[in-house]
T-cell receptor, first 112, second 110 residues
């Protein structure tokens, strides 16, 4: 099993550009989530999904969209990138609400 | 909403014991988790407490008191490789994703 994979590993955007961060898992997990990590702020929940077709907002959802068309994939879309979205983004999956969260390696995004 | 408080930094020497405390506020409680993150890496799961008491996993133990909204992570026989950030976390309101504390940076010296 590859576990949780994220692409790209690094990305530089200009203000106003849009892009999609990809996340995939091969563990047949129902639960997937996106976090951003900034220095001194820990990990903050952006959006999450409890299954295909079901998504909901976390702590800091503004400026981001998600969709869950399959169990395996949970892409995160930045609609119009802003410098405040410069961060490290982690995707995670779990088999249930009390299960261990498995994190991907992260995407390091810089918005100029 | 939920919030968690933990110390920002802890230092210790090899072979010592260190305790990282975490207090939380949450409207619905589904358990307290602990994650470890080395510089530049992804968080990895360490421990989970749903009920009061102590859970032991090798050199690491985690404790929970639901009446005090408090837990701690205990690391014994510290090694240099334990230098990392440690996060406590509770389930999000819907009980599906995690809300994390800001993390405690542990520095282990020789």
């Amino acid at each position: 099993n590859a576990g949780v994979t994220q692409t790209p590993k690094f990305q530089v955007l200009k203000t106003g550009q849009s892009m999609t961060l990809q996340c995939a898992q091969d563990m047949n997990h129902e639960y997937m989530s996106w976090y951003r990590q900034d220095p001194g702020m820990g990990l903050r929940l952006i959006h999450y999904s409890v299954g295909a077709g079901i998504t909901d907002q976390g702590e800091v959802p503004n400026g981001y969209n998600v969709s869950r068309s399959t169990t395996e994939d949970f892409p995160l879309r930045l609609l119009s990138a802003a410098p405040s979205q410069t961060s490290v983004y982690f995707c995670a999956s779990s088999g249930g609400s009390e299960d261990t969260q498995y994190f991907g390696p992260g995407t390091r995004l810089t918005v100029l | 909403g939920q919030s968690l408080e933990q110390p920002s930094e802890v230092t210790a020497v090899e072979g010592a014991i260190v305790q990282i405390n975490c207090t939380y506020q949450t409207s619905g409680f589904y358990g307290l988790s602990w994650y470890q993150q080395h510089d530049g890496g992804a968080p990895t799961f360490l421990s989970y407490n749903a009920l009061d008491g102590l859970e032991e996993t090798g050199r690491f133990s985690s404790f929970l008191s639901r009446s005090d909204s408090y837990g701690y992570l205990l690391l014994q026989e510290l090694q240099m490789k334990d230098s990392a950030s440690y996060f406590c976390a509770v389930q999000h309101q819907a009980g599906t994703a995690l809300i994390f504390g800001k993390g405690t940076t542990l520095s282990v010296s020789s």
